[in-house]
């Protein structure tokens, strides 16, 4: 059974950082590219990172470039995304999303996650 | 940049059948895979159709999805209504230059 399991959300100061992480078991990790899709309060998923099966391509949406870091470990089959300069528009929960591409397709998401919840507030 | 329109809502009785539409504003609607996301309140999102008329494990062969190149639009169909499917369901697809289009979303609800 595909699951993905995130953890390190919390509550972070403006300006902080904080690292997400997603546990994957059920598929062979490698194979797939995974995202990070977020859900502010009350508004609708919006697409924020991507890397590809093996790791070496990665995207991002506009709105997160250049704070936003998302990396993979294959070999401990878990998915990070490094928040930097957080904002109080990052607030957000972050799920966690299995793409059924390796590459090219990296945003066909097949199986989400729970989700975690990330308030950017002093 | 292309757009997803959908219904905003539907509704239709236990037991029958509901198709909600997804049209794609400009290129074509079989360049690159639709996807259907059902979304509970207070849910996280899970996938009933991906890669066009793909479902994942447990998703049950009640709901199918199906692609429109004359009417250039994706279709989700969910037959022998259950009240527990009433959700918003939201179809995504992306281009080369967006990874995530996603349309406004439909209500179901199953009265």
């Known amino acids: 059974e595909v699951q993905v399991l995130e953890s390190g959300g919390g509550l972070v100061q403006p300006g902080g950082s904080l690292r997400l992480s997603c546990a994957a078991s059920?598929?062979?990790?490698?194979?797939?590219?995974m995202n990070w899709v977020r859900q502010a309060p009350g508004k609708g998923l919006e697409w924020v990172s991507a890397?590809?099966?093996?790791?070496?391509?990665?995207y991002y949406a506009d709105s997160v470039k250049g704070h936003f870091t998302i990396s993979r470990d294959n070999s401990k089959n878990t998915l990070y995304l490094q928040m930097n300069s957080l904002r109080a528009e990052d607030t957000a929960i972050y799920y966690c999303?299995?793409?059924?591409?390796?590459?090219?397709?990296?945003?066909?998401?097949?199986?989400w996650g729970l989700g975690t919840l990330v308030t950017v507030s002093s | 940049n292309f757009m997803l329109t959908q219904p905003h809502s539907v509704s239709e009785s236990p037991g029958k059948t509901v198709t909600i539409s997804c049209t794609r504003s400009?290129?074509?609607?079989?360049?690159?895979?639709v996807q259907w996301y059902q979304q509970r309140p207070g849910s996280s999102p899970t996938t009933v159709i991906y890669?066009?008329?793909?479902?994942p494990s447990g998703v049950p062969e009640r709901f199918s999805g199906s692609i429109d190149r004359s009417s250039n639009s994706a279709s989700l169909t969910i037959s022998g209504l259950k009240t527990e499917d009433e959700a918003d369901y939201y179809c995504?697809?992306?281009?080369?230059?967006?990874?995530?289009?996603f349309g406004g979303g439909t209500k179901l609800t199953v009265l």
């Open positions: 999303a299995k793409s059924s591409c390796s590459t090219s397709c990296y945003s066909v998401i097949d199986y």
């Open positions: 890397v590809s099966g093996g790791g070496g391509s990665t």
């Open positions: 995504q697809s992306y281009d080369s230059s967006n990874p995530w289009v």
């Open positions: 059920g598929f062979t990790f490698s194979n797939y590219a």
């Open positions: 890669e066009d008329d793909q479902r």
């Open positions: 400009s290129g074509s609607i079989a360049s690159n895979y």
